[in-house]
């Protein structure tokens, strides 16, 4: 009964897959010549493979092949882009970098072009201030010795300018 | 399923699309009859083989040959076909009619007598579906597609006393659903 146990749980799987050694495959042989609960059981689990070995194999339809072959091309036209794209993007990021050195530096000489420009500017229009101021004060100046003042703004500050 | 050759695979992973097609014509049979046979839906078995074949492009270049490249092809044909069988019968739960299935469960007549084509997939079916994933997986690849211990083993990643289980506690729940044990 023991042995049948065992015989039983070989033919359940070496035994019905070929995959038992030959010493134990003729032993199990052997051993079902005698023993008709062994047999039986051998005989059903022939039957339920024959179920499965009576299956016919499915013809793969054609139309999968062209699906995968579409997929294939779409993906690679896909990375293509990608790729363009990429390089797209670095040049702009190399272009357009915001680098806290590179920013610093650009609005340090923005800075700095714009206060050369601004003196520059402040400059021209104190010395022509100066000029327009001393040229009324003279003004004044030749009015008050012909004897004929019209205005007399003049001070000892702007003397001083004189 | 053959080998393939390893020019085929460097070619193939290089871009030429006539050597990926020569892959497809040596596995996607193995592909789509085991995608259909865990699936159980042939709608399913071609979303299975596309998404395999899918798989297969984007990942040959990175095949290191560390298994044969059939194994490699089945382990990812097994486990897009489970995910895709899950993902069905979440969707479709409470479908599957288990008298229906009792009901047409093989017989010992089977073997001898004359049993039409379509009643023997009906009845492979409903004992496929009886019976749970793993189970069902180790069979398909044992009974359907003739895989050796050793491959299911790999295919599966389980050492291969865990197959010898497997079959033997699947075959055993197939007779005793049948009513013979």
């Known amino acids: ?162 | 399923m053959n080998d393939i050759a390893l020019d085929v695979l460097e070619r193939a992973s290089a871009g030429n699309m006539d050597a990926f097609e020569q892959i497809y014509k040596a596995t996607s049979s193995f592909v789509y009859n085991v995608a259909f046979r865990i699936t159980r839906n042939s709608a399913d078995a071609e979303e299975v083989t596309q998404d395999v074949f899918m798989k297969i492009y984007r990942n040959l270049k990175s095949f290191q040959f560390r298994s044969a490249f059939k194994t490699w092809v089945y382990r990812i044909t097994v486990n897009t076909a489970i995910i895709r069988y899950r993902k069905s019968k979440k969707e479709e739960k409470g479908r599957v009619d288990y008298d229906n299935i009792i009901e047409s469960l093989p017989d010992s007549r089977l073997a001898t007598e004359g049993v039409s084509q379509s009643d023997n997939e009906a009845r492979l079916n409903a004992l496929l579906d009886m019976l749970s994933h793993e189970h069902k997986t180790c069979l398909i690849l044992r009974e359907i597609e003739g895989l050796s211990y050793q491959e299911i083993a790999e295919t599966l990643k389980i050492p291969v006393n865990t197959v010898r289980s497997r079959l033997k506690r699947a075959r055993q729940a197939l007779l005793v659903k049948a009513g013979r044990r």
């Open chain 1, 1 to 162: 009964m023991m042995q049948c146990k065992k015989i039983q749980e070989l033919l359940k799987a070496d035994y019905l897959d070929g995959e038992a050694d030959p010493k134990e495959e003729e032993f199990i042989k052997e051993h079902l010549k005698q023993c008709s609960e062994c047999s039986r059981l051998e005989k059903e689990l022939q039957a339920q493979r024959m179920l499965f070995q009576g299956a016919k194999r499915k013809q793969v339809p054609e139309r999968i092949w062209s699906n995968i072959r579409d997929a294939i091309v779409m993906e690679r036209l896909k990375q293509e882009e990608g790729l363009i794209r990429g390089i797209l993007e670095r040049l702009r990021d190399l272009i357009f970098a915001r680098r806290p050195a590179v920013v610093l530096a650009t609005s340090l000489s923005v800075i700095i072009i714009l206060a050369v420009m601004a003196t520059t500017t402040i400059q021209s229009r104190v010395s022509l201030s100066k000029q327009n101021a001393a040229e009324s004060i003279a003004g004044y100046s030749l009015n008050s010795e012909n004897g004929y003042v019209l205005y007399d703004l003049g001070t000892s500050i702007e003397e001083y300018f004189l």
